[in-house]
């Protein structure tokens, strides 16, 4: 018996280091590959052309839809830097979801809303009924929709989509800030390449503890905490590295919800973004990529990792354990949903690498984690692993972790550079080790608690997120390099 | 191997690893910190030379250290400036054989130098590099190609329109690129864009529709109304464009009449976007003869009744205006006096309430 549990636990052992290499290895290879893109770009980037996409009268013209729910902490802000983008012709759609605090009265206010008679296109189908629609009357091109809260964001943002005049539509949250020249870039793609482009999307960063003033970004900063820290560093390695090496190999999965921008026609095409997903980014990615492919048509979905939207990522304990299970859940819903495509040599690259890669790695990378680690304790208990061999297979999974960690960090001071003092680099270094020392096996955790919860068929856990709102700065501001 | 041999390899792989990227962030931020200091210091010294040399046409000695730093600086200044200034800037750098160098670069095995030879050249308005840089627009790399079609619209000879065209029908550079770059040539291209309008290549003909409006060629009015009912959806949007650019009156008729059409076909060819740009065109121009079909509009679709309230808003204001009566600010637009007095009451109300905001685009100036 003793003899079958050594076997039993040797090969899972070989299994677990098998999949912890592939795993620390496929994040490292993403990371080179963006490293290699980003320092392309960075060698030909003063030849880049936005102020000829500016200048240009044949620029598509873009609608902005911001989803808010109680957003009175930051949407003023948030709203003020949309409307203050340095793009040649765009409207801003607020879709105010229902918020039960002062975020209607903030904008209002601030803004001098008008009500105008309510009107949308039934170009998709929406949940919430809409409630009344306001115009600005201060000259700038803003409309806000009021309607029915469903307790779902993608609602909000299809009621958003039906209100939108223009060509592109580009989605982003009501907490986050976009940086002045976010659109001029994101868009770059679809003038370079307007036959083929139907999606790009831009990288995503915490805004938590740096100042704005004014709607406009100053100098970034770390946060305070060391949680929101570590998701500073994780969305460096996960959300830019990583989603700039899936797009170079054409499997982008994610155009994150907090911005991206879509072909109009393309996302009605799809019917919008689901409303019974928790992850309606990705399945809206991946239904435009299955559409395309479906049709046959020679197209592509593009990140852009220079275009930056800055976000308030949550800074507590609970608020993040509720966006991890959720993010969990949603994986799990849009990998059922689409598990026609998985391994589907139909689907290309997507069907072949990007979709399996998710299933292995992503959604089922938590139970992993946590079976090798039982596995340990196991044999611990068992007494066919000695402790010494523990610590062995601890440090070695810990370091090599904190080795995908720094070399993000490297490709961020060699390339992006935006935190520039000596003491967030050190904080940088520190968060690399928190990460990999409880962060991710908690993080972990959550995913598995995320997972059960689908498995369970149990409804997720929304509850809000406490925004702590954006840090002012009297200062002019000065832009981040 | 035993497990635990591959785990020890591991951790002394790792042990060698970490401590080297450590130190390498360190190193980065150093050198970084030290090599932007010793480039400011460089620029601080430079710059005031390359402001004298533009001030008076005189030779200076780039030379050495302050070479490189006087072509950035050259380089960042250039599409900033426009005739005596930027003719000084360009001298300069032809004399300090930065020019010449970049005309080889043209030819350079390396896509990164093509690219920016291109783009000085381009910036510097440098006639002589015209034809090497026609001869990239059939360059292997995309984003050189893309710079070489920039570059010849800020040179703006019109001898590169029929290299662009041809490049734009190959879909060598896109239609966005191209359009710019014949707008930077401007009516000096005119005769190539005219005879462009009746191309074979949708591509082109929209392209050439979209920037003879842009450009106000009131000639080319004839042959863009022809290409209202071309077969290609982009085309015929481009010329609805185009026509509401050119503002002029004589084109309303026509744009009536494709636009009571479009309300009238079956919903599965009826063309959105086609109809949208008809209704703003139509708004652009301001003839009261439109009025009806924009008012008939109003009943349509929300982005079609919204684009009719932004056309009828346009024409009120643009009549008060020409009323001499009191200037109309943003916010009297909103309001129903901004809509024409032709209108009906219903209509009036019904303006007021669905114009939303005005879209007043903020680039598009070409400078």
Not at chain 1, 403 to 418: D, P
Not at chain 2, 131 to 143: F, N, P, Q, Y
Request: glycine share 8%; hydrophobic share 45%; with cysteine.
């Amino acid at each position: 018996m003793k003899e079958f549990a050594i076997d039993l636990l040797s090969a899972l052992d070989w299994l677990v280091l098998f999949y912890f290499l592939v795993l620390n290895t496929s994040y490292l290879m993403l990371v080179l590959a963006a490293a290699r893109q980003a320092g392309h770009s960075l060698r030909r980037g003063p030849t880049s052309n936005y102020d000829d996409i500016f200048a240009n009268p044949a620029t598509p013209a873009v609608s902005v839809v911001m989803a808010a729910y109680n957003e009175e902490a930051c949407v003023v802000e948030s709203v003020r830097a949309a409307l203050g983008l340095r793009y040649p012709e765009f409207e801003v759609i607020v879709v105010d979801d229902g918020s039960s605090d002062r975020t209607f009265e903030r904008l209002s206010a601030e803004f001098d809303l008008a009500e105008v008679a309510p009107a949308a296109d039934p170009g998709v189908r929406t949940l919430g009924a809409m409630r009344s629609m306001h115009a600005s009357t201060t000259d700038d091109p803003l409309v806000v929709v009021r309607k029915v809260n469903v307790q779902k964001r993608s609602d909000a943002i299809n009621a958003g989509l039906n209100v939108a005049q223009y060509p592109l539509v580009c989605c982003v949250d009501a907490d986050s800030i976009l940086e002045a020249d976010a659109l001029l870039r994101v868009v770059k793609p679809f003038v370079d390449d307007p036959d083929r482009v139907i999606a790009t999307g831009g990288s995503i960063r915490a805004i938590n503890g740096s100042p704005v003033y004014r709607g406009q970004i100053g100098e970034p900063q770390l946060p305070r905490g060391w949680l929101a820290r570590i998701q500073v560093l994780e969305y460096l390695r996960s959300f830019l590295l990583g989603r700039s090496g899936w797009s170079g190999f054409g499997g982008l999965l994610i155009i994150s919800g907090a911005f991206g921008l879509y072909r109009r026609d393309a996302l009605i095409d799809i019917g919008g973004f689901d409303t019974d997903s928790l992850a309606e980014d990705a399945d809206a990615t991946i239904a435009l990529h299955r559409r395309a492919i479906e049709r046959g048509d020679d197209y592509r979905i593009v990140f852009v990792p220079d275009s930056v939207c800055w976000t308030e990522v949550p800074s507590s304990r609970a608020d993040l354990a509720r966006q991890r299970r959720r993010w969990s859940h949603g994986l799990f819903q849009v990998m059922s949903k689409h598990r026609r495509v998985i391994g589907n040599p139909r689907y290309g690259r997507v069907g072949i690498v990007a979709m399996p890669y998710y299933l292995l790695f992503e959604l089922l990378g938590a139970v992993v984690e946590l079976v090798g680690v039982a596995a340990v304790i196991l044999g611990l208990a068992l007494g066919v692993v000695s402790i010494d061999f523990a610590i062995l297979f601890a440090v070695v999974a810990i370091g090599f972790g904190i080795a995908v960690s720094l070399s993000a960090l490297l490709v961020e001071e060699v390339i992006y550079h935006k935190y520039r003092s000596w003491p967030d680099l050190l904080r940088s270094v520190a968060a690399c080790l928190l990460e990999n020392l409880g962060y991710r096996q908690l993080h972990a955790w959550w995913r598995l608690q995320g997972l059960a919860d689908a498995f369970g068929n149990r409804e997720p856990e929304w509850g809000e997120i406490h925004r702590a709102g954006f840090a002012a700065e009297q200062p002019a501001p000065q832009p981040p390099r | 191997m035993t497990i635990r041999t591959a785990f020890e390899i591991a951790l002394l792989v790792l042990s060698l690893t970490l401590p080297l990227m450590f130190a390498a962030l360190g190193f980065l931020k150093l050198s970084r910190e030290w090599r932007s200091r010793r480039y400011d210091q460089l620029v601080e010294e430079t710059r005031p030379l390359v402001m004298a040399a533009l001030d008076a046409p005189t030779s200076i000695d780039l030379s050495g250290r302050h070479g490189a730093a006087a072509e950035t600086i050259a380089a960042s200044l250039l599409p900033q400036l426009r005739g005596a200034d930027r003719d000084n800037l360009a001298n300069l750098l032809e004399q300090g054989g930065m020019l010449p160098q970049a005309r080889q670069g043209l030819r350079s095995r390396r896509a990164a130098r093509r690219q920016r030879s291109a783009e000085l050249l381009g910036a510097a308005g440098n006639r002589r590099a015209t034809a090497g840089l026609a001869k990239m627009l059939d360059d292997r790399d995309e984003e050189v190609r893309q710079t070489a079609a920039r570059a010849l619209g800020r040179i703006g000879d019109p001898l590169s329109v029929p290299p662009l065209l041809v490049a734009l029908d190959l879909k060598r550079v896109s239609a966005h690129t191209v359009s710019m770059a014949l707008l930077r040539i401007g009516s000096a291209g005119a005769d190539e864009l005219t005879i462009a309008l009746a191309s074979d290549s949708p591509r082109v003909r929209a392209v050439a529709a979209d920037t003879t409006g842009a450009l106000g060629l009131i000639a080319a009015v004839p042959t863009i109304e022809d290409l209202l009912t071309d077969e290609n959806h982009t085309t015929r949007i481009s010329a609805v464009r185009a026509l509401g650019r050119l503002g002029v009156p004589t084109a309303t008729p026509t744009l009536i009449r494709r636009l009571q059409h479009e309300l009238v076909v079956p919903s599965l060819t009826f063309d959105e976007d086609y109809a949208r740009a008809l209704i703003t065109s139509l708004g652009q121009i301001g003839e009261r003869s439109a009025i009806p079909v924009l008012e008939q509009s109003l009943m349509r679709s929300y982005r079609l009744s919204s684009a009719a309230a932004d056309a009828l808003s346009e024409m009120g204001a643009r009549r008060a205006q020409h009323s001499n009566h009191e200037s109309l600010d943003s916010e009297d637009r909103r309001t129903s006096d901004s809509v024409p007095s032709e209108m009906s009451d219903e209509t009036r109300d019904g303006v007021a309430s669905t114009v939303t905001q005005s879209r007043t685009p903020q680039g598009n100036n070409l400078s």
